[in-house]
């Protein structure tokens, strides 16, 4: 990216920040000058995750399936710039009639409407040119045998 496009000294916050995709956000926006804010659920893991983005970069432990804790989080850092929402437990792939429900209703509270809520009051703090981005794996476009989870909560279409 050049200067007109690069994070230097824009406020990033990765929700799903402490490994996986989120991790690989949080170091490329920090090697682009980001303060990075990261949040999951493991404590351990953010503190980690922290010493090896380095820099500026800060975390929290925070369950984004907890609606007030995720409003409490955006409340906390307050104005930002870009927010990249990541979080997500793996999810164990079955045939529908083998799939356990009470997980796959963790994965839709987890990527569904932690989702939302992560949208809903990071939004008004996000600062004038700034973005939101979710992610999302490949199974809504391209499921496999026994993907009827992964598939049912991916987003189907670009936004």
């Given at each position: ?36 804010v990261i949040a999951s659920s493991n404590a351990e ?36 710039d870009h927010l990249v929402f990541t979080a997500g ?71």
């Amino acid at each position: 990216m050049g200067p007109r496009n690069g994070l230097q000294n824009k406020q990033v916050i990765v929700l799903g920040g402490s490994s996986g995709i989120g991790l690989a956000v949080a170091e490329a926006a920090a090697s682009q000058g980001a303060k990075v804010v990261i949040a999951s659920s493991n404590a351990e893991r953010v503190q980690k995750a922290i010493k090896s983005i380095g820099g500026q970069a800060q975390g929290q432990a925070v369950d984004v399936s907890d609606e007030r804790a995720v409003e409490t989080l955006f409340a906390k850092f307050g104005a930002f710039d870009h927010l990249v929402f990541t979080a997500g437990d793996s999810l164990h792939l079955h045939e529908l009639a083998a799939t356990d429900l009470k997980q796959a209703r963790r994965a839709f509270e987890l990527r569904y409407w932690s989702a939302l809520a992560a949208v809903k009051y990071g939004n008004p703090h996000i600062r004038k040119g700034g973005s939101i981005v979710l992610t999302t794996g490949v199974a809504g476009r391209r499921p496999h045998k026994g993907w009827v989870v992964a598939a049912s909560v991916a987003e189907p279409s670009k936004r």
